[in-house]
């Protein structure tokens, strides 16, 4: 593939096949051609194009990202991502996680250049923060797909019913409807205040 399109989003199908599919180089590269469209590919190669966020999701992020970053601020070991960051997993797939932490021991031998780009990693934690233009049952699979390729935990926050899904390993999931949201394993010691977050939403 030598020429990489620019896509409107106002045009866009929600999946793409390309053949032959694009390498992850390719892939890449297609991001950054669009940077105003957050692209994600599964592991059987369909890449996934979603339009930007809404400004009472972008807000209700905004909130969750500035939480996150409160609590690393406690211990500065690891690293934070947001939304626009999209990370290469095991399964072939890129997905791009709404918040994320990485441990220590995750960017270990990591470089500067390895890191600038889209890193080959999972996130021990991620969260997933449901649009109004998001499927519930795609947001499922997606926190499942999280979680097989290595996550250890994982959030999936819906402000519309105003709880927060919890996702482990080997464990059933758990729906949380209380104020505040208690991390354990990779986020021991975080808590997500979800009262502020569902703030975000009333106009």
Known sequence: MSTLPR???????????????????ELERFCRRNGDVQIERTSEGVVQLNAPAGGLTGHGNSEIIRQLGNWWDTHQRGRIFD??????????????????????????????????????????FVIELLSATDSLSEAEVKMQRWIANGAQLGWLVDPYQQCVTVYEPGMATARIHSAAVHGSGPVDGFVLDVGKVWRCYQV
């Open 7 to 25: 896509l409107e989003a106002e045009v866009l199908s929600r999946n793409i096949i390309f053949d032959p599919p694009m390498t992850d180089e």
């Open 83 to 124: 939304s626009s960051t999209g990370f290469f997993l095991p399964d072939g797939s890129l997905m791009c996680p709404d918040a994320a932490y990485a441990h220590p021991a995750q960017l270990h031998g990591l470089t500067k250049a390895e890191l600038s780009r889209m890193p080959y990693l999972c996130p021990a």
